[in-house]
């Protein structure tokens, strides 16, 4: 008998059960929370990026920047390590003067 669709469907129920779990409850449960303000003084929290700070993280946003470089660790058997790059030459300034 050909189970390949009954493996397939356990699959991908078990990937559509994850993603609600991990994704769908936690934007339910927070993603809608507004500003508080913080007991015993009249400052909001969380506190919204200042200035040139809000402005960067736009420009990190619109560029795509965190495709690359995320905080993530990148595993060594992926070939992402530090010593896969090609760093360029770095120069040093002599004592000399």
Do not use: D
């Not at 356990?10 to 508080?36: D, K, W």
């Not at 690359?68 to 010593?83: F, K, P, V």
């Amino acid at each position: 008998m050909n189970r390949a669709p009954l493996i397939f469907l356990t699959a991908l129920a078990a990937f559509a059960l994850s993603f609600a779990a991990f994704v769908l409850a936690p934007q339910i449960q927070v993603g809608r929370q507004s500003l508080t303000t913080v007991t015993g003084g009249g400052a909001e929290y969380p506190k919204a990026r200042p200035g040139q700070a809000a402005q960067g993280a736009a420009v990190y946003r619109a560029n795509g920047c965190a495709a690359c470089h995320s905080q993530q660790s990148a595993r060594a058997a992926c070939g992402l390590t530090s010593r896969s790059r090609k760093p360029g030459r770095i120069r040093r300034r002599s004592s000399r003067r």
